[in-house]
């Protein structure tokens, strides 16, 4: 496969992880290019490996967490929002996911990453310690304290809210 047909096929999976890893589209969109570039240069020996495509998932992990350890990244860019009539009342959905997504954001790094792999790119936890360059039962002990924290924080956000009314 030429890097151009690996480009073409993958982008847009790459940026949609990118944008769950980041929380930002713009930002995602650069993420991405970054590191279609750097596997350009390299395109030649991540092609000869036997999963090119876990290969530039781990480069763009790798990235983003460069990326957060740079001070000048975390600005924080706000899109337009446009409003639209619709049908259906979608609303409360829009709520809940954007709340469970915030209380995602909160969590730390590898557990926030863990997450994304797992439960957004639908990932096995072989395949996300390969890209982790860690060991299965550290992707399991990250995912089992990322979701216990969900659950607290979710609990904690639900008796806050009853206590509002």
Avoid at 70 to 76: A, D, F, K, T, W
Avoid at 148 to 158: D, K
Wanted: charged share 30%; glycine share 4%; aromatic share 8%.
């Amino acid at each position: 496969m030429t890097f151009e047909e690996y480009a073409f096929a993958r982008t847009s999976a790459l940026v949609r992880l990118a944008r769950l890893l980041t929380g930002d589209e713009h930002r995602a969109e650069d993420l991405v290019q970054d590191v279609l570039a750097r596997a350009y240069a390299r395109w030649g020996r991540i092609s000869r490996t036997d999963r090119p495509d876990a290969y530039v998932r781990r480069m763009l992990v790798n990235t983003h967490n460069s990326w957060w350890r740079r001070r000048s990244s975390r600005e924080i860019s706000v899109a337009a929002v446009l409003d639209r009539a619709g049908d259906v009342d979608e609303a409360a959905g829009v709520a809940e996911r954007d709340a469970l997504w915030r209380l995602v954001c909160e969590l730390p790094a590898r557990q926030r990453t863990v997450i994304v792999l797992r439960y957004y790119e639908d990932l096995d936890d072989t395949s996300i310690a390969e890209i982790l360059d860690c060991s299965a039962g550290t992707v399991r002990t990250h995912a089992k304290r990322a979701l216990a924290a969900l659950r607290q924080r979710q609990v904690a956000a639900t008796h806050a809210w009853a206590g509002e009314l």
